[in-house]
């Protein structure tokens, strides 16, 4: 290892062959290896973004090995592979020299997969003799005449998810674009000031960060390890998108007649929107339960909520009639396990995971668990249905055929005046869908429906 770069490069390497070997999620390994290999500081900001940017491209990147390489990139031996895709994209994508981006990723394939180190000295050399503009020219559908399938290459999606995003964007191409080139942008952590536990202020203030834009409970950090800060060891904040605790939030404001006092949260781990319901509802004199049915995710909710007015339930959602008799709550929410498109963003190798055959059974969920919901609440109760996804399948077509199906009267009510005043972009109701590129935040969707009888 000639220098801190060259293990930060080997740091990379170690996490992204992780996610592709044993299917590990980056952010989560990437830093037990940075710890292992004693990686701090700038060398570890510099595997992070090798790691995440590499993962994200791998779209782009590995159209591009192939043909430098002339073949398929899976008749790559995997080691040299991953080795190759992380050279390409420092190559492409960085301002990481040329000379030194084929000279450190040889080294890299000398220790990782010795036999291929001239074949990687030969393709890298050929992937640097352009750049991506180039590149993409050469390997991307032509634009004229399969704009989807250009902006896929171009911007490293699948095609499915370019074109599930060019739907729920009513089809602009433009926009969709756009919402692409926000996905590969790192987002900044968000955290959320507890209401009645912590000021905003005082939290932007202790944690250097800013006020955000749009929830009131918003604080945008501009770095750093958000584990750290007392207010969080102490349960007065907690890391959560403002696109959450918006829908969040939204789901509390909406006007109900009559007792508010019984919240159902049906699909709570981990606990962040528990964390702010369970909040709000201690001002309020509200009571939430908590019910989830993975039993460690139902023990983070139990951490997150500790001392809040909340109760959690290891259980399934879609059985909440056995334990609660029907009509029980006065709102309640489900945010519904889905394919998570809406946050791409902060997992980089989501997008290759998800295939669209995820699709029915999750689906087959969401209507389950909002059937559920709607049987848990009274009339004149309210429920959020929440998505981090915006995929019409998993948004839109769920709520209206589950409504259809549900046999009781339910009533969709608009949502955006229970978003705050003057936040652009928030389409033609009654449903809500947040956008990165529109509003900062993940593509978190939410329907409110009214339970009529
Ligand atoms: C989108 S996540 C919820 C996120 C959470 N509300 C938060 O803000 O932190 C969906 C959760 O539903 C849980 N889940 C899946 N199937 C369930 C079921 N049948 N009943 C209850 N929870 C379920 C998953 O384990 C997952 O923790």
New binding site residues.
């Given amino acids: 290892m000639k220098n801190e770069q060259d293990k930060a490069r080997r740091v990379a390497y170690e996490a992204v062959a992780a996610v592709h070997r044993d299917d590990a999620y980056a952010n989560l390994v990437l830093p037990l290896i940075q710890r292992d290999w004693g990686l701090y500081g700038r060398d570890a900001a510099f595997a992070t973004e090798l790691t995440y940017g590499t993962l994200r491209a791998l779209g782009a990147v590995d159209a591009i090995l192939a043909v430098a390489a002339d073949r398929p990139v899976d008749r790559i031996d995997p080691q040299a592979r991953d080795a190759m895709r992380l050279g390409a994209y420092q190559a492409l994508y960085t301002r990481v020299p040329p000379h030194a981006t084929v000279s450190s990723t040889v080294d890299l394939v000398r220790d990782v997969a010795p036999g291929a180190a001239g074949f990687a000295n030969a393709v890298l050399r050929r992937v640097v003799e352009q750049d991506l503009e180039t590149w993409l020219k050469q390997v991307a559908p032509d634009e004229a005449t399969d704009r989807v399938g250009h902006l896929a290459v171009a911007h490293s999606h699948p095609e499915w998810v370019v074109r599930a995003f060019a739907d729920a964007l009513g089809g602009d191409l433009d926009e969709t674009a756009r919402l692409l080139v926000e996905d590969n942008e790192r987002p900044e952590v968000h955290l959320c000031a507890r209401p009645g536990l912590i000021d905003p202020d005082e939290l932007a203030e202790q944690t250097g960060g800013a006020p955000g834009a749009f929830s009131p409970y918003a604080v945008y950090l501009p770095g750093g390890a958000p584990g750290d800060f007392p207010a969080i060891q102490h349960g007065l904040a907690h890391v ?1 998108d403002e696109g ?1 605790q918006l829908v ?1 939030s939204a789901l509390v404001d909406a006007a109900i007649d009559g007792p508010d006092a019984r919240w159902l ?11 702010l319901l369970g909040a709000i509802a201690a001002g309020r004199g509200a009571h939430l339960t908590a ?4 039993p460690h ?1 139902a023990r983070l ?1 139990e951490r ?1 909520t500790r001392g809040l007015p909340v109760e959690v339930r290891h ?4 059985e909440v009639g056995l334990e609660f008799a029907e009509g029980w709550f006065d709102r309640v ?1 489900v ?4 394919t ?1 498109l809406g946050s791409l963003r902060r997992r980089p190798e989501a997008r290759w995971r998800r295939q669209p055959s995820d699709l029915p059974p999750l689906t087959k ?1 969401q209507r ?2 909002l059937a559920a919901g709607l049987r848990a609440v009274r009339p004149g109760g309210v429920v959020g249905y ?3 996804s915006p995929h019409l399948v998993e948004t839109q077509v769920t709520v209206s055929e589950t409504a259809r199906r549900s046999g009781l009267g339910v009533e969709l009510v608009d949502a955006r005046p229970l978003l705050p005043a003057g936040m652009p972009g928030l389409g033609s109701g009654p449903s809500v869908q947040l956008w990165p590129h529109r509003h900062g935040t993940d593509a978190m969707f939410l329907a409110l429906l009214r339970r009529m009888d």
Avoid: H, Y
């Fill in positions: 959560q959450s969040a949260d049906l699909c709570a781990g981990p606990g962040g929107k528990a964390g019910i989830e049915s993975v995710r909710v997150t259980a399934d959602g879609r929410l945010d519904a396990p889905c998570g969920l389950e668990l929440v998505t981090c």
